[in-house]
Every structure is written in C-alpha cells, then in structure tokens.
C-alpha cells in the first residue's frame, strides 16, 4: 500500500499488519484514544493508495455500535466521492485503552462486535474492510487474522515510537505527531486552578458595565473599537514574548500575560458578531499565530457560568488554524465550539466546510476584502481644500444609519458550495450580536439579551 498525500513524495509501502498499526498516528497526525478510525485505499495501478480518513468516538453503548459504523462508512466514502474518487478499499482501526481491571485482550474480544458491524456496513457499500486491527495496551490484534497462528492471542506488541518506516519517513518529511485529542483539548478547556474564581469575578464585574452598553446601537461601535484594540495590545504583546516549546508550558506563560480584566472585556466584546467577523481576519501572516494564542487563552478563562461565552474564541481559534493548515486543531475547536452552543452559526459552518475537505481561502478572500472596506471607509476624511481654494463641492458622504446585515463571516462561510441553510423552524439570531448567556441574564440589572 502507497501512503497516499501525507507523506508524498517521501512514499512509503506498507505490507503487514504490524506497519498498518505503527501508521496510525502518522495518517491522523496524533495517537488516537477510545476512537473508530477509517482509512480509505483507492485503486492506484493495483496497489492500494491511502486517502481519506475518518473518525469517530466509540459509543458506550453496543447498541449504538452498528449506528455509528454507518455514519461513519457513508461519511468517508460520500466525502471521497465529492473529492472525485471512490475508495476501492478500507482499513479500520478500533483504539481503546483498558479501564480498571480490564486486559488489551479483553478490550479487543469486547469490540469485536463493533470491527463486525464496520464491515458489514463498508461491505453495503461495495467498500470492502481489508484489515481491521484492534490498538490497546501497546498491542494490537487482526480482526482479519486467518487463525493460523500469525497473532498470538496476547496481541502483538506495537513498534517503539518513531522506529517504524511511516515514522523514517514522516521525520524526513517534516510531518510531526502531537500527543492525543484529549491534551489537544486540554488547550482549550476552561481553567480550574485557582484563578478560575478570580476570572468568574472579574466577568461578573465586566458583565454588569458592558452589557447594557453592548445593546445600545449608539455604545455598541465604541464597545467594538475598544476591543479590537485592547486585542491588538495583547497580539502585541503575547508576540513579544520569548518563545516556548512545550505547549503545556506556553499556555501557562499566555495565561500569565492576559490579566482577569482584560480576558472579561474581551470574551464579552466579542459576543458581538460584528466585533468577532473583523477579529477573525486576523488569519494569516504575522497576525495569525498571536492570535490563535489569544483565542486560546480566552476560550481557557470561559469559567463557570460563562461556558457558552466560549463558543466566539472557540470558533476564532478553530478558523485561524484551519486558515493556517492546521485541520486538526480547527475540527476540535470547531465541534468544541458547538459544544458550547450548537446554534453557534459561524462555527457549524465552519465545522461542515472543513470536514468536507474544502479550501478556506474563500472565506479568507471574503474577510480580506471586508477589512479593505473597513480601512477605507474609516480613513480620515479631508477636512477640506487646502491653499484656500474655496468650500468643497459635491454631496456630503450618506452617514444615515444602515440596517445591520448578517455577520460577513457567517456569509463567506454560506456562500460557498454545499453550504446550510438556516434549519427550518429555528429563530432566526440577531445578526449584530448572540446572546450574552445565563451569566449576564440572571442579573436584575441587566438586559435579557442582546436578541
């Protein structure tokens, strides 16, 4: 089998089922943990080529097994279809690790029903399971295996890391493995040392001052102005800093540089819709990296009652790195964001187009030309003719009061091809701002809602 586009041109064949089980970190680009995997082959001159992947996490319950493994086949082979291609074959791997008492053994013959369930519902769709392997324990198993003694029950002890040839190659090719989903998660979870008290207090304070001024149409541009910029000092700020290599460790030095105060006005200001769309056209260049670390850091101090406050820096960390290659992190960030709010709409359009394989420079095409228009009708005005040439002439700019239009980015994202639509029956958001959450309404002094 040909490794397909990760690793390309560095190509890589891989025979047995023990060079199958060392790649899968490699084709994912993390280790996955409690997962269903799909690994399509297409047909490339009778040898198998890898393409696209899919994953899923396993369902607790067994009767949610054979759901699960449909969702997942139809999803990776009608994704390759809309690619141009159609898988000729699978390759599936069910990752789990063993709980309290348990043995990789018994997790394998516990999931055999589910490797079952993969191949029946693959083989309904004329995609055929080549190999199924069971990860757990540092071993791995066939599902496929022939019975004639090639695994020993015991399983098969997997390759020491980076020993295997996918491994070789991937380092030659630049290609690096993070650790699992659950550490990728961890980044952008909300904090729960000792300063979580401490940001809960300072949004309740921020909440109370800048609500009332975030529903006002007259306060509601100058509240956007001063968080972009208090945005841009952080940017500044955090890019200024010394560079860290472990990514626990840079966090911890990001929460250090954004104060309680300064994160509370800026998760509230960007519950404006407005004031997030031009946040996210900071997307690429210089720009993006600072960034990402700021939304990062804002989602982590979403604390409390404040959890779906964290679906605008979610969606802004899951855009940025998705715009910067990253599908990875983008599709955690993204279903996190979700999590937080599922009628966040910017994130589900998001979330769609980036499982879908699309290309995000639409969307950045979209936003670059938003903030030339922005720059454009914000530079200063002349003040007039200078040398004493006399009045102006000519009608003065329209500055009438416009209605609102949806968020540009929730545009950009809808126009592109395949994109939803509104769900039926579901009331349509304000197209300015979302609602600012239970922690802003439970307060007398405050507005229900910015609609």
């Given at each position: 089998m040909g490794d397909g586009d990760t690793l390309a041109p560095h190509h890589v064949t891989l025979r047995t089922p023990a060079e199958l089980a060392d790649a899968i970190p490699y084709l994912l680009g993390y280790r996955p943990e409690d997962s269903i995997v799909l690994v399509a082959l297409h047909d490339r001159?009778?040898?198998?080529?890898?393409?696209?992947?899919?994953?899923?996490?396993?369902?607790?319950?067994?009767?949610?097994?054979?759901?699960?493994?449909?969702?997942?086949?139809?999803?990776?082979?009608?994704?390759?279809?809309?690619?141009?291609?159609?898988?000729?074959?699978?390759?599936?791997?069910?990752?789990?690790?063993?709980?309290?008492?348990?043995?990789?053994?018994?997790?394998?013959?516990?999931?055999?029903?589910?490797?079952?369930?993969?191949?029946?519902?693959?083989?309904?769709?004329?995609?055929?399971?080549?190999?199924?392997?069971?990860?757990s324990d540092g071993r791995f198993w066939s599902y496929c295996c022939g019975g004639k003694g090639c695994c020993p029950p015991e399983g098969a002890p997997m390759g020491l890391p980076g020993t295997s040839v996918v491994a070789a190659?991937?380092?030659?090719?630049?290609?690096?493995?993070?650790?699992?989903?659950?550490?990728?998660?961890?980044?952008?979870?909300?904090?729960?040392?000792?300063?979580?008290?401490?940001?809960?207090?300072?949004?309740?304070?921020?909440?109370?001052a800048m609500v009332p001024r975030i529903v006002e149409d007259d306060n509601r541009a100058i509240v956007a102005d001063e968080t972009i910029e208090l945005a841009e000092l952080i940017m500044r700020r955090l890019a200024a800093a010394p560079p860290v290599a472990d990514a626990l460790e840079a966090d911890r030095r990001d929460d250090r540089l954004l104060s309680a105060?300064?994160?509370?006005?800026?998760?509230?200001?960007?519950?404006?819709?407005?004031?997030?769309?031009?946040?996210?056209?900071?997307?690429?260049?210089?720009?993006?990296?600072?960034?990402?670390?700021?939304?990062?850091?804002?989602?982590?101090?979403?604390?409390?009652?404040?959890?779906?406050?964290?679906?605008?820096?979610?969606?802004?960390?899951?855009?940025?790195?998705?715009?910067?290659?990253?599908?990875l992190e983008a599709r955690e960030a993204l279903a996190m964001a979700l999590g937080a709010d599922p009628g966040y709409l910017f994130a589900r359009l998001l979330h769609q187009a980036c499982n879908e394989g699309l290309d995000p420079e639409s969307v950045r095409s979209f936003l670059r030309t938003e903030r030339q228009d922005r720059a454009q009708r914000t530079a200063p005005e002349d003040d007039g003719p200078e040398d004493g040439e006399g009045p102006r002439s000519g009608p003065r700019p329209d500055r009438r009061r416009r209605r609102p239009r949806p968020a540009s980015s929730e545009r950009a994202a809808a126009q592109r091809p395949g994109a939803d639509r509104p769900v039926p029956g579901r009331p349509a958001a304000h197209p300015r701002t979302r609602p600012l959450g239970k922690a802003a309404r439970r307060r007398d002094n405050c507005p229900e809602g910015t609609g």
């Amino acid at each position: 089998m040909g490794d397909g586009d990760t690793l390309a041109p560095h190509h890589v064949t891989l025979r047995t089922p023990a060079e199958l089980a060392d790649a899968i970190p490699y084709l994912l680009g993390y280790r996955p943990e409690d997962s269903i995997v799909l690994v399509a082959l297409h047909d490339r001159g009778g040898r198998g080529r890898f393409g696209g992947r899919a994953r899923l996490g396993i369902p607790p319950n067994p009767d949610d097994w054979r759901a699960a493994a449909r969702q997942l086949a139809q999803g990776l082979v009608r994704g390759s279809e809309r690619r141009g291609t159609r898988p000729a074959q699978m390759v599936a791997y069910l990752c789990q690790e063993p709980g309290d008492g348990e043995t990789g053994r018994e997790i394998m013959e516990r999931l055999r029903p589910l490797a079952q369930r993969l191949r029946e519902e693959c083989g309904d769709l004329d995609v055929p399971v080549i190999e199924a392997l069971c990860i757990s324990d540092g071993r791995f198993w066939s599902y496929c295996c022939g019975g004639k003694g090639c695994c020993p029950p015991e399983g098969a002890p997997m390759g020491l890391p980076g020993t295997s040839v996918v491994a070789a190659a991937a380092t030659y090719a630049g290609i690096q493995v993070r650790g699992t989903l659950r550490e990728l998660r961890a980044r952008l979870l909300p904090l729960e040392t000792g300063t979580a008290l401490e940001q809960e207090v300072a949004l309740d304070t921020a909440s109370m001052a800048m609500v009332p001024r975030i529903v006002e149409d007259d306060n509601r541009a100058i509240v956007a102005d001063e968080t972009i910029e208090l945005a841009e000092l952080i940017m500044r700020r955090l890019a200024a800093a010394p560079p860290v290599a472990d990514a626990l460790e840079a966090d911890r030095r990001d929460d250090r540089l954004l104060s309680a105060d300064e994160a509370a006005a800026l998760i509230l200001g960007l519950q404006d819709r407005t004031t997030r769309d031009r946040a996210a056209q900071w997307m690429e260049g210089d720009e993006a990296t600072p960034a990402l670390r700021l939304w990062r850091a804002l989602a982590r101090r979403c604390v409390g009652p404040y959890g779906e406050h964290a679906a605008a820096p979610l969606t802004l960390a899951g855009w940025v790195a998705w715009s910067a290659g990253d599908e990875l992190e983008a599709r955690e960030a993204l279903a996190m964001a979700l999590g937080a709010d599922p009628g966040y709409l910017f994130a589900r359009l998001l979330h769609q187009a980036c499982n879908e394989g699309l290309d995000p420079e639409s969307v950045r095409s979209f936003l670059r030309t938003e903030r030339q228009d922005r720059a454009q009708r914000t530079a200063p005005e002349d003040d007039g003719p200078e040398d004493g040439e006399g009045p102006r002439s000519g009608p003065r700019p329209d500055r009438r009061r416009r209605r609102p239009r949806p968020a540009s980015s929730e545009r950009a994202a809808a126009q592109r091809p395949g994109a939803d639509r509104p769900v039926p029956g579901r009331p349509a958001a304000h197209p300015r701002t979302r609602p600012l959450g239970k922690a802003a309404r439970r307060r007398d002094n405050c507005p229900e809602g910015t609609g």
